[in-house]
């Protein structure tokens, strides 16, 4: 079945940064374009990011220049590179891919950035 297991995830100072990753199975992973998402509390899931399957990548206006997207293939991993933190980023973020129309969330990791 499909999996997707985040990592990465903690605490850190506004300005720090943290490297997520997603581990993909049960998909083709070098045909399918993954995204990250993120959910604060009492707010809606909302992209963060995407990246196709050749590694162009798509980012929501505030992630621009602080956050950097990137898969391997070989290794069926995507990366989310996140810097210049800042409390608002505070967030669950989930990484995400749709898999014959089936849309797969993976369990989430907290990101919690200190003022």
């Known amino acids: 079945q499909v999996q997707l297991v985040e990592s990465g995830g903690g605490l850190v100072q506004t300005g720090g940064s943290l490297r997520l990753s997603c581990a993909a199975s049960g998909i083709t992973f070098r045909i399918t374009t993954m995204a990250w998402y993120r959910q604060a509390p009492g707010k809606q899931r909302a992209l963060v990011a995407s990246?196709?399957?050749?590694?162009?990548?798509t980012y929501a206006d505030s992630m621009k220049g602080r956050f950097t997207i990137s898969r391997d293939n070989a290794a069926n991993r995507m990366s989310l590179q996140m810097n210049s933190l800042k409390p608002e980023d505070t967030a669950v973020y989930y990484c995400?891919?749709?898999?014959?129309?089936?849309?797969?969330w993976g369990q989430g990791t907290q990101v919690t950035v200190s003022s």
């Open positions: 995400h891919c749709n898999w014959w129309g089936q849309e797969y």
């Open positions: 990246i196709t399957p050749g590694g162009i990548p």
